[in-house]
C-alpha cells in the first residue's frame, strides 16, 4: 500500500502545556542523530556507549546525588544491584521496587545505574533494587535479561512476591516486561505489579509512531534498530522475550502501568502493549502526556510531577498503602 506524503511542514510549541512544558518542548531536540557503529565493530560501540554515558552523567548527576537515602551494593549470584533504601523506610518494611535502567540495552551501567536508582527511589518513596544487568557489545541477549531473572529469583528468595514491584523505563520497560513473563513461563510468582514508561516493548520498530514522532521526540531523534539488532544478537526480534509486545498476556501477567507522551517515538510501542494487555483481561492503565517526548519534559515541568503522582498511587495501590 502506497504511504501518504505529506508537505513539509512546521510543528509550533502547543499552548496545552504548561508554560516550563513549552519551553521545554521549544529547546528542540536534544541530540542529533549519529551514524552507530558497525555490528562487529565493538570497539566503536564501547566508545560510543562511554560518550553517551558521560552525557547522561551530566545531565542528571547533580539532581540526584542529594536524595535522602542509603545504598548497599549486593552481589546476587554473581549480578551487581544496588539496594537505595529511603531513609524514612523502616527496615523490616520487605516491599521492593525492582528498577532496571533504560538506555536502549547499551547504556546506563555502573554509577549510572546507581543514579537513576536513587531517583526512582526519591520519587516512589520505596526501597529500590537497581539492577546493574550485563549489556552489549560484551554481553548481548539474552545475558542482561538472564541477569534480571536472577536478581528477582534473589529478591524472593528473601521475601513474597507480592511484596516486589518490578518497574523500567525504556529499554528497563522492556526487560521488565520480559522478566515478568521469564518468572511465569519458569514458574516463578509474579510481581504484585509491573510499571512500564514508555517501554521500548517491539524491537521490530511496527508501530506509527515510528515515523509519525521521528524528529518531533527530543531525546530519540532516530531509529534505534541497530542497538537491538546488537543486543538481539541474531535471535528473532519478534520474540516475546525481545519484544514482550508479542506475548500471550493470558496465560498472566501482573496488574501494570504505562505512561509515555503524545511527540514520544515509543508512543505506539506504549500504547499497543496498553492495548494487548487489556485485551488479555490484565488490568492496565494508561497515562499520557501531552507534547511529551520520551522521558518526559525530563522532570522539568508539572506534567512529571503530576504522572510521577499518578504512578506512585498506583504503586500504593497495588501494596494496599
Known amino acids: 500500500m502506497e504511504p501518504i506524503r505529506l508537505p513539509a511542514r512546521e510543528i509550533p510549541v502547543p499552548t496545552s502545556v504548561s508554560e516550563p512544558a513549552q519551553s521545554m518542548v521549544g529547546l528542540g531536540p536534544l541530540r542529533q542523530p549519529h551514524q552507530f557503529p558497525a555490528p562487529d565493530d565493538l570497539a566503536g560501540w564501547r566508545a560510543l556507549v562511554t560518550a553517551e554515558d558521560e552525557a547522561m552523567l551530566s545531565l542528571i548527576g547533580d539532581r540526584v546525588s542529594q536524595r535522602d537515602v542509603d545504598v548497599r551494593e549486593l552481589d546476587t549470584a554473581g549480578v551487581r544491584v544496588f539496594e537505595i533504601t529511603p531513609r524514612h523506610v523502616a527496615a523490616s518494611d520487605p516491599r521492593v521496587y525492582l528498577d532496571i535502567h533504560g538506555g536502549g540495552f547499551v547504556q546506563g551501567g555502573g554509577e549510572l545505574c546507581r543514579l537513576m536508582g536513587v531517583g526512582s527511589a526519591g520519587r516512589w518513596g520505596r526501597r529500590v533494587w537497581a ?139 506504549t500504547v499497543l502493549l496498553h492495548r494487548a494487555l487489556r485485551t488479555a483481561g490484565v488490568a492496565a492503565e494508561l497515562h499520557v502526556l501531552e507534547a511529551a517526548g520520551h522521558g518526559g519534559f525530563l522532570g522539568m515541568a508539572p506534567e512529571d510531577r503530576e504522572l510521577d503522582r499518578e504512578i506512585r498511587a498506583f504503586i500504593d495501590r497495588q501494596w494496599g498503602a
Not at 526487560?175 to 511465569?184: C, D, H, K, N, S
Not at 515515523?211 to 535471535?235: E, F
Open 131 to 269: 539492577v546493574d544487568y550485563r549489556m552489549p557489545p560484551d554481553h548481548p541477549y539474552p545475558a542482561p535479561l538472564d541477569d534480571c531473572v536472577t536478581a528477582y529469583q534473589a529478591l524472593i528468595a528473601g521475601r513474597s512476591a507480592a511484596s516486589v514491584i518490578v518497574g523500567g523505563v525504556s529499554a528497563g520497560g522492556n526487560l521488565a516486561a520480559a522478566l515478568i513473563l521469564r518468572a511465569r513461563d519458569e514458574g516463578l510468582p509474579l510481581p504484585a505489579a509491573a510499571v512500564l514508561m514508555t517501554p521500548e516493548a517491539d524491537l521490530t520498530e511496527s508501530g506509527d509512531s515510528f515515523r509519525t514522532n521521528l524528529g518531533l521526540d527530543p531525546l530519540l531523534p532516530q531509529s534505534l534498530l541497530p542497538g537491538s539488532l546488537l543486543y538481539a544478537n541474531g535471535a528473532d526480534l519478534a520474540d516475546p522475550y525481545l519484544s514482550p509486545l508479542f506475548a500471550d498476556f493470558s496465560a498472566g501477567f501482573p496488574p501494570t502501568v504505562l505512561s509515555t507522551g503524545t511527540r514520544d517515538l515509543f508512543l505506539s510501542n
